[in-house]
């Protein structure tokens, strides 16, 4: 039998197919480190000029400044966002850039902010924040501009606490921005008697921090209602052993001088938002007061909860929790919008009834 031949436009065809499937897999294989490169600012961290630093005495440079809701407590909360800007061209992020402010008004704020409305005033400061891509490498350029943060951070910090010279407070950040508040709580809080005695709690969500901290900080909240600890957390799906792994493995804490080193071997510090103890217990889902997806809400509209739908556990430093599989808990938008805090909380109303309670525990130390 004689095969035909095939001509040199089925040939320039076949071939072009091929390079199109081999292109097509290598960009499915390869697509993170694609899209994570075109994040990376292709300059050294110590040859990059920063953005202009915020000037804290003017409205602009705060999201939110003392903003209260009419059924609002006593404590003046001071909340650091999580990462918004994407990178690409800086390594730190402008006050101002449209599109961060956009994603932390339209997402971070309700859903990780929101929980501390019903607690007090709350002020929320713009920040040169660390890119996205900061938290996709561990170069030290990324360390470097991780660590540069801070200092707007503190400047904020600072500018806040002179508005507050009395009564309780309460500090809280998520990703990023609870990094930050845990480097603020070492050095500003810890070392000062009289300013460690007006926090009622301390928030780190979804941050690792060392279980034995590499200088002073706060304790852990032991049980649920220890007051002047730290409630710190960073969760993974119950069945995704190689997440939480990953997650530990690329941590980064705080050393004495300030610098961001590897968690390497030691044990990560995990508080339970649900039972709100630093004990390592199984919380089954029926203690779960609700999950919530705030994104897109005005400022002190109540979301809509899903209760009693997460069973939680803190387990080798890790949170390990069950997932929701409702259309309004699912993973969206794009590449980097999926790298970032996501657009719904697990623990809204576990939160809200946690900072509640431990504030009710402090009045109540602290009356006349």
């Known amino acids: 039998m004689i095969r035909p031949r095939l001509t040199l436009r089925q040939w320039v065809g076949w071939t072009g197919f091929g390079l199109v499937f081999l292109l097509t897999a290598a960009v499915?294989?390869?697509?993170?480190?694609?899209?994570r490169a075109g994040l990376d600012p292709q300059i050294p961290f110590q040859t990059y000029e920063p953005p202009p630093a915020p000037d804290y005495a003017d409205p602009a440079a705060w999201?939110?400044?003392?903003?209260?809701?009419?059924?609002?407590?006593?404590?003046?909360?001071?909340?650091?966002?999580?990462?918004?800007?994407?990178?690409?061209?800086a390594w730190n992020g402008s006050i101002g850039d449209r599109e961060a402010d956009a994603y932390l008004e339209r997402v971070v704020i309700p859903n990780y902010a929101g929980p501390f409305a019903k607690a007090g005033s709350i002020s929320v400061p713009r920040y040169r924040q660390a890119s996205l891509y900061t938290r996709l490498t561990l170069r030290d350029d990324a360390r470097d501009a991780r660590a540069f943060a801070f200092d707007d951070a503190r400047m904020a910090f600072d500018a806040w606490l002179a508005a507050h010279p009395t009564g309780p407070l309460v500090l809280a950040g998520v990703e990023q921005g609870g990094e930050l508040i845990?480097?603020?709580?070492?050095?500003?809080?810890?070392?000062?008697?009289?300013?460690?005695?007006?926090?009622?709690?301390?928030?780190?969500?979804?941050?690792?921090?060392?279980?034995?901290?590499?200088?002073?900080?706060?304790?852990a909240c032991a049980t649920a209602t220890t007051v002047g600890c730290i409630v710190a957390w960073s969760g993974v799906d119950e069945q995704n052993d190689g997440a939480a792994q990953r997650r530990l493995r690329r941590a980064l804490i705080w050393d004495a001088n300030g610098r961001l080193v590897d968690l390497a071997a030691r044990p990560a510090l995990c508080v339970n938002p649900v039972s709100g103890a630093d004990d390592g217990a199984v919380v089954s889902a029926r203690r779960h007061h609700g999950a919530a997806n705030a994104t897109g809400l005005e400022w002190g509209v109540r979301p809509a909860f899903i209760d009693r739908a997460v069973a939680t556990q803190c387990r080798d430093g890790i949170l390990r929790h069950t997932e929701l599989t409702t259309e309004s808990?699912?993973?969206?938008?794009?590449?980097?919008?999926?790298?970032?805090?996501?657009?719904?909380?697990?623990?809204?109303?576990?939160?809200?009834?946690?900072?509640?309670r431990r504030l009710n525990v402090w009045m109540a130390s602290n009356a006349p």
Do not use: C
């Open 28 to 35: 499915a294989v390869w697509r993170g480190d694609i899209l």
């Open 329 to 356: 808990f699912r993973e969206i938008g794009n590449w980097e919008d999926r790298r970032k805090a996501r657009q719904y909380n697990l623990f809204y109303a576990d939160i809200e009834a946690d900072v509640e």
């Open 63 to 89: 999201a939110m400044r003392d903003v209260r809701t009419p059924d609002a407590g006593p404590a003046a909360v001071f909340f650091l966002h999580s990462t918004t800007y994407d990178g690409g061209d």
């Open 182 to 219: 845990d480097r603020l709580v070492r050095e500003r809080v810890a070392p000062d008697p009289d300013l460690r005695a007006r926090v009622a709690a301390v928030y780190l969500m979804d941050v690792i921090v060392a279980r034995e901290p590499l200088s002073p900080s706060l304790p």
